[in-house]
């Protein structure tokens, strides 16, 4: 007969050596979309910094394809030993499970959260060709004007569109969805004054507001943004609730020993709460997080309920 005791004590000395033994090897972290990108830069960030205190490299493989879909398949069918990690974003999280019919995995279930790294808030720009200043005024000329202004996004179904949804249903706005191919189309056709409107990458926008080429009017995020002070919030300039943007977390894939998961998020939290990581994501208005994997689980299940609604109501449907 096994003493109940005995066993428990067991666990807890195996799940004890486990954690000292790992890792024992590189670490594959996955970025489901190619580099140079902002998901990329954030991984390859953080796997640098994280190397040295695991002792091991960490390797950023970027696997492409799908919106994402592909490397957060990957990510899923990969033995459960903390050796092959995801980088989860908004997209593979979220969008492409609410949006698409035949999905290969269940991020609610078929991933373990670590930590969530940072949450990146839109930018609500405008061409000065637009005659607004602020979130009142253009909803007023929107609702003046109904489907007489044009916005651009990085394409169907990213989470430039589905910010940009979101905004016309809580604002009660019609405007007109001119999707692009990617962020680069559709920089061109809004520096122009072609399409007068986005909701885009902070990082991307700031120099074309510096530069007096774009109008910053208002921020995604729930909080101002340290690298724009002067810009409101979508929420405290009128649209009480608004929230959205893209956001960055690290997954492992589900039935991965607890005590893995609680050394990387020990080590992911330690760096994106240093200093350094601090003020260099704050300068590109990127917020940085740093929680724990059940804070981060919330996170995913909330982000997840939240934008299955806009994708519902807005009818979109990827294939």
Known sequence: MVLPG??????????????????AKSIRLIVPLAPGGGNDTIARLIGQKISPSLGQQVVVDNRAGAG???????AAKSPPDGYTLLLGNVATMTIIPNSQKKVPYDPLKDFQPVSLIASAPLLVV????????????????????????????????TSTHLATEMFSMMAGVKWVHVPYKGLSLAMTDL??????????????????????????IAMTGTRRAQAIP????????????????????????????RPIIDRLNKEIVAVVKSKEIQDRLNNEAVIPSGNSPEEFAAHIR???????RVIREAKIVLD
């Open 6 to 23: 005995l066993v428990f004590a067991c666990a807890v000395m195996s799940g004890g050596a486990m954690a000292q033994a790992y890792p």
């Open 68 to 74: 994402g879909l592909i490397g957060a398949e990957m």
């Open 126 to 157: 405008v061409h000065p060709s637009l005659p607004v200043s602020t979130i009142k005024e253009l909803v007023s000329l929107s609702r003046a004007k109904p489907g007489a202004i044009n916005y651009a996004s990085n394409g169907i179904g």
């Open 191 to 216: 520096l122009s004054g072609q399409v007068p409107l986005m909701f885009s990458s902070a990082v991307a926008m700031l120099p074309h507001v510096k530069n007096g080429k774009l109008r910053a």
């Open 230 to 257: 002067d810009v409101p919030t979508v929420a405290e300039a009128g649209v009480k609730g608004y929230e959205s943007g893209s956001w960055y977390g690290i997954v492992a894939p589900s039935n991965t020993p």
């Open 302 to 308: 909330s982000e997840f309920e939240r934008m299955g």
